[in-house]
Structure formats: structure tokens, C-alpha cells
T-cell receptor
Framework: GAGVSQSPSNKVTEKGKDVELRCDPI?????LYWYRQSLGQGLEFLIY????????KSGLPSDRFSAERTGGSVSTLTIQRTQQEDSAVYLC??????????????FGQGTRLTVV | GENVEQHPSTLSVQEGDSAVIKCTYS??????FPWYKQELGKRPQLIID?????GEKKDQRIAVTLNKTAKHFSLHITETQPEDSAVYFC??????????FGKGTMLLVSP
């Protein structure tokens, strides 16, 4: 594909339900990032995958949040037992290599999650 | 880990004026500093970046300066236009790790 693709674009879920958000990075990109953006707020780092290395999970806000990246490509962010404060836009980005080696991180259009 | 502070949070200018947004970072090992522009309802997009081996980089009306000693970097937009109105984010890497973003600056350019 031409860019980073995220699905679904919008998700409304009931409090307490689990949700899965998907990210298809640009083909060949080894680095993949998940960020959360609340209304009018900045980009809150969640998790970072780089090649086959162990992911940097330091930004995950609680153990209800987890993410996988299968085969070095597609990534899934899972939020268990969703809470209203989880409502936000979840952005995925990918880059050819790690930020210290290469440059531009390309963002997907985001998944807007609303927990009711 | 890296901590990035960004100021101001909002900035209003008249068309044709210059705009300056400043960021500071905490990790002296950081060596890559991109700036992203996010228009309303759209995804963030890279507008300019700078590496730690240079002090300034310019691309038409946009320039970025870096002071490694003081650990701060700034975005300069000259001759602002209404289409420059957006939220601007600075970011810094932290060695091998991911990009840490500032909280953003909402720039409003009035005609």
C-alpha cells in the first residue's frame, strides 16, 4: 500500500469490552510506533517495535493494554476491559529504520475509539 | 527516558508575521529532532527535521535551529499564511528508542 493503514477508522464500544486496533505499516519498514492522542492533547507514546528486538513497552498506561507485531509487519493493539478514559485517537506510525538511523515516521489516519 | 517540553501551547499571529515554536529535551544522547504538522482531522506529517551534527536547517519559509549545549531546538516559520494554521509537534529520539513528542503548539494565522 501507499501508506500506513489503520482499521477500524472509528470504534464505539461499551465500557468493559475488549477492543483490537490494527495497523498495517508501510512495506519494508522495520520500526512501528503506537501513540495515543486525546482531544486537544499531544502524542502520548505507547509502544515501539524495532525489527526482531524486544518492543519498548514503557508507554503502555496499564496492563489492560498490550500489542503484538506478527512477522515484523502488521501490529495489533489490544485494550482489555475498556474504560471511558481510554477514549482517544490511536495513531500508528512506521519508519524505515529506528529514529537514530533514518528519518521520517509516517502516520496512519488513526482509529478514533469511543468508550460509552 | 526522554522528556520533551514545547512552548507555547497556542500562538496567534497575523498573516505575514513570523512564528517561533521552542522545544527543550532532556536526553543528551538524542540526535534526531523532527517537526510534524497536524491539520485539523488529519494525520501528523513531517515538515522538517534536523540531526545533531548541524545547527540549522532551512526549507523555504521553514527553518529549524538546534542548540545541543542548551538542549533546545526551535521551529521558525516566516511570512506566515493562513494555510500554516495547524498544530505543530516537535519530537526527539532517545538513542535506539522511539520518538518522544512535545504536547504541541496550535498556530493560528489570521488573514
Amino acid at each position: 500500500g501507499a501508506g500506513v493503514s489503520q482499521s477500524p477508522s472509528n470504534k464505539v464500544t461499551e465500557k468493559g469490552k475488549d477492543v483490537e486496533l490494527r495497523c498495517d505499516p508501510i512495506s519494508g519498514h522495520t520500526a512501528l510506533y503506537w501513540y495515543r492522542q486525546s482531544l486537544g492533547q499531544g502524542l502520548e507514546f505507547l509502544i515501539y517495535f524495532q525489527g526482531n528486538s524486544a518492543p519498548d513497552k514503557s508507554g503502555l498506561p496499564s496492563d489492560r493494554f498490550s500489542a503484538e507485531r506478527t512477522g515484523g509487519s502488521v501490529s495489533t493493539l489490544t485494550i482489555q476491559r475498556t474504560q471511558q478514559e481510554d477514549s482517544a485517537v490511536y495513531l500508528c506510525a512506521s519508519s524505515l529504520e529506528s529514529p537514530s538511523v533514518n528519518t521520517e515516521a509516517f502516520f496512519g489516519q488513526g482509529t478514533r475509539l469511543t468508550v460509552v | 527516558g526522554e522528556n520533551v517540553e514545547q512552548h507555547p501551547s497556542t500562538l496567534s499571529v497575523q498573516e505575514g508575521d513570523s512564528a517561533v515554536i521552542k522545544c527543550t529535551y532532556s536526553d543528551s544522547a538524542s540526535n534526531y529532532f523532527p517537526w510534524y504538522k497536524q491539520e485539523l482531522g488529519k494525520r501528523p506529517q513531517l515538515i522538517i527535521d534536523i540531526r545533531s551534527n548541524v545547527g540549522e536547517k532551512k526549507d523555504q519559509r521553514i527553518a529549524v535551529t538546534l542548540n545541543k549545549t542548551a538542549k533546545h531546538f526551535s521551529l521558525h516559520i516566516t511570512e506566515t499564511q493562513p494555510e500554516d494554521s495547524a498544530v505543530y509537534f516537535c519530537a526527539a529520539n532517545s538513542g535506539y528508542s522511539t520518538l518522544t513528542f512535545g504536547k504541541g503548539t496550535m498556530l493560528l494565522v489570521s488573514p
